[in-house]
């Protein structure tokens, strides 16, 4: 059973940055992909960045891009989002996302990943 746990999240002003992480335990095999999603209620889960397991090919959201680096440890198998500049509209849930299936890949889709975490919480101070 893979499970992800995740941590980082916080409170901070505009300008600010935080860094989440993202811890996978599971089968000696995979991930695949791992990614992060966030979430405002009210609101449907939006794609915010996503890295190739293996390759380590990085894939993010417009909205994010030059400010949020996403990274993976392999050897611990954590997955890493840097987020820098940080904005009010920065803030959400955020979920990290493993797909152990391999099928067909797609980054910036929910449906690729079939292990979430639990989320935690950024807020971002005006």
């Known amino acids: 059973q893979v499970q992800l746990v995740e941590s980082g999240g916080g409170l901070v002003q505009a300008g600010g940055s935080l860094r989440l992480s993202c811890a996978a335990s599971g089968p000696s095999y995979g991930p695949y992909a791992m990614g992060w999603f966030r979430q405002v209620p009210g609101k449907n889960r939006e794609f915010v960045a996503a890295?190739?397991?293996?390759?380590?090919?990085?894939y993010y959201a417009d909205s994010v891009k030059g400010r949020f680096t996403i990274y993976r440890d392999k050897d611990k198998k954590t997955l890493y989002l840097e987020m820098n500049s940080l904005k009010p509209e920065d803030t959400a849930a955020y979920y990290c996302?493993?797909?152990?299936?391999?099928?067909?890949?797609?980054?910036?889709?929910?449906?690729?990943?079939?292990?979430w975490g639990q989320g935690t919480q950024v807020t971002v101070d005006s």
């Open positions: 890295v190739s397991w293996s390759g380590g090919s990085t």
């Open positions: 996302a493993a797909d152990y299936r391999g099928m067909e890949i797609r980054f910036r889709e929910e449906a690729t990943y079939d292990y």
